[in-house]
């Protein structure tokens, strides 16, 4: 039951960051390539506060995404100029900086070695009870983050977010501050991958930078399209097939040895026929291309 | 004082003169064409009043605000709409979302709206809904409110655009080539709402290569050859202009 109830909240921390990084891939149709780095952000930033400074998992949760918030800004500033290919090179460079920001500043977060004895948000004895309250705890965020999406998207201004998907160019031209709605949303994507990279950190307790490698950028960005772009089931779908299909790999009596690169053969292989046949993904409506 | 002033308006594309000194003025609920051939710089002109491309000189002022350095969106909330030559629709979009973008919206539009409903903004959401499907079957497309942009005809295409700009609530609307490749009986429709919107007292400033259709709908045509402006009148007096003869029936001296 524990390894069941792990896998569940694993799979919600991932629905958080699957949801997030949609806003602007599913949504504004902006082709993020490097959202491990505000998961990163997230984590890093409530594990040193916990760590270093004592302050609680709690605080910190939102501290950590503020400051995913802050630099989804920052960066939606510096390429909400660029299109299609031009920002997801960029947004993958931003990914690459902060993998290697983190693994080379060991001063601060230990390099490669990681960071151990993270505080749980409860300290509980018995690991049973741990696990019901981070499956209640997680959940509690993926319907918030469920709920505020479906907010900001069945609105006007969700309109306007879809518009620029479509055609950025008639959405300035009907009057749309694209510049200011592509920054806000990139903002507000970079929270949510802030608030699951904190929740992660504080669950499993320990981080280091492989957690928030390209790979994982990639991962995330497949997990929405696997699902379906600019759709609530989509990337909830995604998530929880790309979670839960490998650990049915270890079932099947696969070796570990083999089943990690067979993992990414079988990913790139369901990518290259979903592109193909179905290119708005399981439940999606949109395509990108 | 007019409508829209351009002044002296140059533009280079790597040392192409595409625009060439241009100085126009319109006036309120005037329904102007402007004629030219192919390369004349008429859609370039278009691109620096809506703000698309700034012009390298001169001055654009529109209702008394000097607009050529402002964004597309600030012109395009001015009060000033345009179409496109290849149209821009957004095509994942329904028919209706469509018109809603088009509309105006003060508070809707806004982030803090969207968490926020307040009863306002659902008003001014209900209000733009209601117009806009006014306007939908004014163009005859109220049945096709639900269907996605992508799954319009061309002609279909056409009368969105224009119940776009009907619901745009702008004063100043160019149209870039609003009847080409469009059906005959599209064609009396779209000229029939341009004829509606001008009645409505918006100005418009229309591009179109049919000349029975410029003569006809048109109180005055402005001509364009090689980025410079040629002739500007009555359209009795544009056909019988040597300029605009030299420019579309050879014998083609360079203005240059």
């Given amino acids: ?289 | 004082m007019p409508f829209l002033i351009l002044e002296n308006l140059s533009k280079h594309f790597d040392g192409n003169l595409v625009l060439d000194n241009v100085s126009l003025q319109l006036k309120e609920r005037e329904l102007v064409a402007m004629i030219g051939p192919n390369g004349s710089g008429k859609t370039t002109l278009f691109n620096a009043i809506s703000g698309f491309l700034k012009p390298d000189q001169g001055k654009i002022i529109f209702k008394g605000i000097e607009i050529n350095n402002l964004p597309p969106n600030k012109i395009a909330r001015l009060g000033i709409t345009r179409s496109f030559q290849r149209i821009r629709l957004f095509h994942q979009l329904s028919v209706l979302d469509n018109m809603l973008l088009a509309a105006r919206y003060n508070e809707g539009e806004k982030l803090f709206s969207a968490l926020f409903r307040t009863r306002l903004i659902h008003k001014e959401e209900e209000e733009n809904i209601k117009k806009s499907l006014e306007y939908l079957s004014f163009v005859g497309l109220f049945d096709k409110k639900d269907s996605l942009g992508e799954n319009l005809s061309f002609g279909q295409r056409k009368l969105l655009e224009l119940a776009m700009a009907f619901a745009s609530d702008a004063d100043l609307i160019l149209l870039d080539e609003p009847t080409s490749g469009v059906f005959p009986e599209t064609k009396a429709k779209i000229i029939q709402n341009i004829q509606k919107l001008n009645e409505d007292g918006k100005t418009i400033l229309f591009i179109e290569h049919d000349m029975e259709l410029v003569m006809r709908l048109a109180k005055r045509i402005i001509v364009l050859d090689h980025g410079k402006l040629i002739a500007d009148g009555h359209p009795d007096e544009i056909v019988n202009n040597e300029h605009v003869l030299d420019a579309y029936f050879g014998k083609r001296k360079s203005y240059a």
Avoid at chain 1, 14 to 37: D, E, K, M, R, T
Avoid at chain 1, 117 to 141: H, V
Avoid at chain 1, 199 to 217: C, G, K, Q
């Fill in chain 1, 1 to 289: 039951m524990e390894y069941e109830l792990h896998l569940f909240i694993i799979t919600g921390i991932f629905v958080i960051l699957a949801l997030s990084l949609n806003l602007v891939l599913g949504y504004l149709g902006q082709p993020a390539l490097g959202h491990a780095a505000f998961f990163a952000i997230g984590a890093y930033t409530s594990s040193l506060l916990a760590l270093n400074a004592g302050i609680s998992p709690w605080i910190g949760l939102f501290i950590g995404a503020s400051f995913a918030a802050i630099s989804g800004m920052i960066i939606g500033h510096l390429t909400f100029h660029l299109k299609e290919d031009y920002f997801g090179l960029a947004t993958f460079g931003f990914g690459l900086i902060i993998y290697s920001g983190i693994n080379n500043l060991t001063d601060v977060t230990r390099g490669p070695m990681g960071l151990p004895g993270i505080p749980q948000f409860i300290a509980f004895t018995d690991l049973y009870n741990s696990l019901i309250f981070y499956c209640i705890l997680i959940l509690l965020f993926v319907l918030i983050t469920i709920f505020l999406t479906r907010r900001i998207i069945y609105s006007p201004f969700g309109r306007v977010v879809q518009s620029i998907r479509d055609d950025e160019l008639a959405a300035e031209a009907l009057g749309k501050d694209t510049r200011q709605v592509k920054i806000m949303i990139f903002t507000i994507g970079a929270f949510f991958a802030g608030i699951a990279g904190s929740l992660y950190a504080h669950y499993i307790t320990f981080i280091d930078p492989s957690s928030f490698n390209v790979m994982e950028s990639i991962l995330v960005v497949l997990m929405v399209i696997l699902g379906g772009m600019g759709t609530i089931g989509g990337p909830i779908i995604g998530a929880a097939v790309l979670i839960l299909f490998p650990e049915m790999l270890r079932f099947i009596g696969i070796p570990d040895a083999v089943a990690a690169p067979l993992r990414q053969m079988i990913y790139g292989f369901l990518l290259v026929i979903l592109i193909i046949k179905r290119p708005q993904g399981l439940v999606g409506k949109y395509k990108l291309w």
